[in-house]
């Protein structure tokens, strides 16, 4: 039972180094989500994906590209990254618009 | 101003009190909407689910949606040390299925 499995759980990166977070469930849902959480921000939504093939910008999508490699995968890019890009980052799924979304572990990822 | 708003507390209750967490949304169309728990360090999971105006009851907690007003609330009845931690409103939005959280709420229930 594997639902949302994201990798790496941790992660630090140097001023100006890329990386991409990756996302895969095995529910065979149609939507995919990337968050960010801060510190007393709860979670905000980068980008998100309603079915495979199709990508939307979430709250705070500056500084991150996505794609949706299938309807199992959902990746996350950061091109360069900033000491602002510190933060837990969530990959969820759910089965349809109106259906509970289910969580990955999420990543820790530290930029110095 | 953020599309959901809850009170980001602390919100402090003794054991077996009625715990309140309250949640307002800017969206007059969205159509479906969430109460997240989250532990420290640990993924949100879900509580409730909610999509009519109404009250909707699951053992200890209580769910209710105002829409005319805008407003979903989390009541949580005969609270336990167990349930401390932070509350999060999620709420989904019409278009494309953009599904938006709030601040969350940490709720500390002291025995």
Redesign the interface.
Known sequence: NAGVTQTPKFQVLKTGQSMTLQCAQDMNHN?M?W?RQDP??????IY?S?SEG?T?K??VPNGYNVSRLNKREFSLRLESAAPSQTSVY?C?S?A???A??F????TRLTVV | QKEVEQNSGPLSVPEGAIASLNCTYSDRGSQSFFWYRQYSGKSPELIMSIYSNGDKEDGRFTAQLNKASQYVSLLIRDSQPSDSATYLCAVMYNQGGKLIFGQGTELSVKP
């Open positions: 939507s989500y968050y007393g921000m709860g979670l905000r939504l998100y309603a199709t939307d979430g709250e969530f969820a759910s349809s618009g109106q509970e979304a969580f990955g572990q999420g």
